[in-house]
T-cell receptor, first 115, second 112 residues
Framework: EAGVAQSPRYKIIEKRQSVAFWCNPI?????LYWYQQILGQGPKLLIQ????????DSQLPKDRFSAERLKGVDSTLKIQPAKLEDSAVYLC?????????????FGPGTRLTVT | GENVEQHPSTLSVQEGDSAVIKCTYS??????FPWYKQELGKRPQLIID?????GEKKDQRIAVTLNKTAKHFSLHITETQPEDSAVYFC???????????FGQGTELSVKP
């Protein structure tokens, strides 16, 4: 079974530029999560989707971050405009074949550097 | 809001020794407690988890214990090997599909 896929793996941009990340969850997984992991810290949830609906986006900086999960499968996370403090690894995770479940499986992440 | 504290931040052991990492959570409604291993530049990998209706779970050299009354849980690794060297994260969540609240991580170093 293929795992969670993410692209790109690395991205370097200047502040005030925009960037987008893509995630393809494990086949059939209903729940998709985007986490931000700053160097030396644990991941922090940005947004959670159940199928194509948003469950939790309370920690998403909505003035600059946006995310969508069209058709309840792939998802994109966008930052516009980027700030220096957005430098982090952006991890996508998925869980729950058809229904919510406990275990979350992570993708390899996208390492973003904002200069 | 929910908070998870993890200790120690770094842990160095000799190969063959045991390692223990401890976490404390704040929300008594938390009912799922996974542990992830993250090697440098790699994705977090789920290594073991426990639900609130169980006090202890073991999988070969790793075990997790949960004390709901005290709101803390621990990871135990026995007979450590150099390949166990990594950063370990504890987490807590509420319900199926709930967001994970992570601890700050423990960098484990196993010296041959």
């Amino acid at each position: 079974e293929a795992g969670v896929a993410q692209s790109p793996r690395y991205k370097i941009i200047e502040k005030r530029q925009s960037v987008a990340f893509w995630c393809n969850p494990i086949s059939g997984h209903a729940t998709l999560y985007w986490y931000q992991q700053i160097l030396g810290q644990g991941p922090k949830l940005l947004i959670q989707f159940q199928n194509n609906g948003v469950v939790d986006d309370s920690q998403l900086p909505k003035d600059r971050f946006s995310a969508e999960r069209l058709k309840g499968v792939d998802s994109t996370l966008k930052i516009q405009p980027a700030k220096l403090e957005d430098s982090a690894v952006y991890l996508c995770a998925s869980s729950g074949r058809q229904i919510p479940s406990y275990e979350q499986y992570f993708g390899p992440g996208t390492r973003l550097t904002v200069t | 809001g929910e908070n998870v504290e993890q200790h120690p931040s770094t842990l160095s052991v000799q190969e063959g020794d045991s390692a223990v990492i401890k976490c404390t959570y704040s929300d008594s409604a938390s009912n799922y407690f996974p542990w992830y291993k993250q090697e440098l530049g790699k994705r977090p990998q789920l290594i073991i988890d426990i639900r609130s209706n169980v006090g202890e779970k073991k999988d070969q050299r790793i075990a997790v214990t949960l004390n709901k009354t005290a709101k803390h849980f621990s990871l135990h690794i026995t007979e450590t090997q150099p390949e166990d060297s990594a950063v370990y994260f504890c987490a807590a969540s509420i319900g199926q599909g709930g967001k994970l609240i992570f601890g700050q991580g423990t960098e484990l170093s196993v010296k041959p």
